[in-house]
């Protein structure tokens, strides 16, 4: 079986006439004028109108551009993407002391900014607590329970998070 590389034009019998955009080891993402995007088999029923033989890869730029994502997720301990609440766009943090001094002031962002990255690193420590060969079980469940009481300590900031799921989580009472 030839592939088809991207450009080539196809009438598919459910989706009609279409071009296609991306090509996988498996699917054609081809963009339909009736039905818009669609992912279908390589080996789809279908009839080629026009066949472009490019060089294709058996894995597409996005295949490996999520495959690199989740081995630098996993490795690094650079962060997610986290979103602010709507609300504290643009915001900014006031720490007014009780004496005389003035007032501290930084973009909300910032101070949100601040608080993920040590979500972060708190994560990165316990990947390398559960994944150490130097230490035994105990151990490592003594330092998950410090990690769980840092996350409890956390919590106050949770208001900031867009998403419930970013949200620190600690100790659950009973």
Known sequence: MKI???????????????????VTSIH????????????????DDFEVIEALEDDVDAV?????????????EKWSDTHEKVAIADKWRKGKLILEPGD??????????TFF???VMVRDRIRVMEQKI???????DQEKIDLQQ???RIYGSLT??????????????GERSK
Do not use: C, Q
Request: net charge negative; charged share 25%.
């Open 113 to 115: 900014h601040k608080i």
């Open 60 to 72: 597409s730029f996005f295949d490996v551009e999520s495959s690199l994502v989740k081995i630098l």
């Open 130 to 136: 559960n994944s150490s060969k130097n230490l035994d």
């Open 4 to 22: 088809l590389g991207i450009g080539s034009r196809i009438d598919h019998p459910e989706f009609g006439k279409g071009v296609i955009t991306n």
């Open 156 to 169: 106050s900031f949770n208001v900031l998070f867009k998403a419930k799921s970013d949200h620190f989580v």
């Open 100 to 109: 005389t001094t003035a007032n501290k002031e930084m973009p909300i962002d």
């Open 146 to 148: 410090y990690i769980t």
């Open 28 to 43: 054609y993402w081809v963009t339909f004028m009736d039905k818009g995007l669609e992912t279908i088999e390589i080996d």
